[in-house]
């Protein structure tokens, strides 16, 4: 994490755009089935593990990660950090009021924060798109968070994002609704032992079944081939 951080603060330093993606099971699965997504991935100027299956896997087949660093955990240093250095933060998607739920709790939470904007991730059609584009690269922000789901998040700043010219811009997910307390993180010892996708599911088990049980098992036969393609 301090590495992450450290390294967020040189490309700030720097000022030229830079994308950052975490990435866990499901999003593994998805890059190796879009060649999109995993030329974006591949693409980024900082890449994160958010899932303990992706970082034991690393460990067995001899390239271990140092840790896992968090999306969720990553935004809330970043928000302490930005408000320390003055760093000024863009926030985008979610629900309108989410978004500004999360704008003002982080203002009163960290009263020097620079908040450059915000915005809802809902719009329709390019001409809206371009909009929200212009208005991000105006703000003159160092640090923009996308709240909007995989791969759309993704695929926005693949696209925008030298446009945008944000030194930092980083897809979070659902973390604005943890952030305020809208959805429950798992405790910590599930976090630990890999158990949060399965807090996740037990909150949303309808909305969720497909993805862990279905989609993502293809993960297991990617993690076969690694480990008999280096045999």
């Known amino acids: 994490m301090e590495e992450t951080l450290q390294k967020v603060e040189e490309f700030i330093i720097d000022g030229t755009p830079h994308q950052h993606v975490v990435v866990n099971v ?9 060649s999109q997504l995993r030329k974006i991935i591949n693409d980024c100027a900082l890449v994160n593990v958010d899932g303990m299956p992706v970082v034991w896997a690393s460990r067995l087949l001899g390239k271990p990660l140092k840790e896992r660093v968090a999306g969720v955990d990553l935004f809330e240093a970043l928000m302490r950090r930005a408000g320390e250095k003055g760093w000024r933060v863009f926030l985008l998607g979610a629900r309108e009021e989410v978004v500004s739920a999360v704008a003002t709790t982080y203002q009163r939470k960290y009263p020097r924060l620079e908040l450059a904007g915000y915005r809802n991730g809902y719009w329709k059609g390019e001409e809206e798109e371009r909009q929200v584009v212009e208005q991000i690269r105006d703000s003159r922000a160092d640090l923009l968070f996308v709240a909007i789901s995989s791969p759309k998040k993704e695929q926005f700043l693949g696209r925008y994002q030298a446009e945008m010219k944000i030194p930092f ?12 307390g809208r959805v429950k993180r798992a405790p910590v010892w599930m976090q630990r032992n890999g158990l949060e996708w399965f807090y996740r599911f037990l909150q949303e088990p309808r909305r969720m079944f497909r993805r862990y049980f279905i989609d993502d098992m293809a993960f297991f036969w990617l993690f076969i081939k690694e480990m008999t393609a280096k045999r």
């Open 169 to 180: 811009a980083m897809g979070v997910g659902g973390t604005f609704d943890v952030s305020i």
């Open 26 to 34: 499901d999003k593994l699965v998805k890059a190796s089935r879009d």
